[in-house]
């Protein structure tokens, strides 16, 4: 079990009801919390440690909408401003580097300038850098109670999430009969994405929401084949986040890269589900960030988590169904 309460003075939770934020607060009792809707409360408030986990984190809507995207983070920035804060701690992503596998370490200035997502967040860092004394995390996949997206995800789910509306209709039309019929219940036209959009309810309510899902994976449509099973990704235990900002924060670091040893997609299906990936026409995806810290906090080499620690981790939080 970890300190409820970590020597972090005063603190906050920015981002409460996110993923990341919600498995943080289950191992930290913050002296306030913020969500979306509340962050404004936090003007004229003073903390010692304030964690942001609140940038917006679904990165096709911030591709999509680059402008929305940056009116947020600019508004975010600004709120917290209002505030007075001795700390903040910022969890960033690995979609700031501009070749997330180069191997790149906390010294690196290369940096993503075409898509928004990785543009803009790498912008919010500079941003807070300049207003607070900071701590940046960079967190790569991550995974833990309540995870909703993902490979690991995908591994336990296989229904797609989306489906463009030309692959919605070859799929409806390889299904045939019964099945056919429960995919038009279970999946949504999204106008504002143009895309067809799964409602999980619906899907786990539906009498027929199992045969469907057997019959879409017999249909070659699972989710995993969106994933190569020669992708590389590291994959960050997020039950393990409050004992390494506490960590960093010892060391007194303004940036710290949460990197662990990566893991080949079709090696993590064969651990999980003693099943082989199938092969897939999809891109190779790899993931290689790299801290200069790994020794100062634990790790070995390059990396604060080894490869069997990842899995050993993964297959707790498997087991236990935390997704």
């Not at 390889?174 to 019929?181: D, E, K, Q, S, V």
């Amino acid at each position: 079990m970890r300190d409820a309460r970590p020597s972090w003075g005063r603190t906050a939770l920015i981002g409460s009801t996110g993923f990341v934020g919600g498995v943080l607060a289950s191992h930290v009792a913050f002296d306030a919390a913020y969500a979306s809707a509340t962050i404004d409360r936090i003007s004229g408030e003073t903390f010692d440690t304030v964690i942001c986990a609140g940038a917006p984190a679904t990165m096709w809507r911030a591709n999509a909408d680059p402008v929305r995207d940056l009116a947020n983070l600019e508004s975010l920035v600004n709120t917290l401003t209002r505030a007075r804060i001795e700390r903040l701690v910022l969890i960033s992503t690995i979609a700031v580097l501009a070749d997330p596998a180069a191997g790149a370490d906390e010294t690196t200035t290369e940096f993503e300038t075409t898509l928004a997502y990785g543009r803009h967040r790498r912008w919010l860092e500079t941003a807070l850098a300049e207003r607070f004394r900071t701590l940046i995390l960079r967190l790569p996949a991550v995974f833990g109670p309540g995870l909703r997206k993902n490979f690991l995800f995908d591994l336990r789910h296989p229904m797609p999430a989306f489906l463009k509306p030309d692959r919605f209709e070859i799929l409806r039309a390889r299904l045939h009969g019964g099945p056919a019929g429960t995919l038009q219940t279970v999946y949504i036209a999204d106008t504002a994405t143009g895309l067809m959009t799964l409602d999980r309810d619906a899907l786990s309510d539906h009498p027929e929401g199992a045969a469907l899902i057997e019959a879409v994976v017999d249909a070659g449509f699972s989710a995993t084949a969106f994933t190569h099973p020669d992708s590389r990704f590291q994959f960050y235990g997020l039950g393990s986040l409050a004992d390494d900002i506490s960590a960093a924060v010892a060391l007194d670091l303004d940036l710290l890269h949460l990197a662990v040893e990566p893991w080949r997609a079709g090696d993590l299906c064969e651990r999980l589900t003693g099943r082989p990936l199938a092969l897939s026409e999809a891109p190779r995806r790899t993931e290689d960030m790299r801290t200069l810290h790994a020794e100062a906090l634990g790790g070995i080499g390059s990396y604060l988590r080894s490869r069997e620690q990842v899995i050993e981790a993964i297959q707790t939080d498997w087991d236990a169904g935390c997704w």
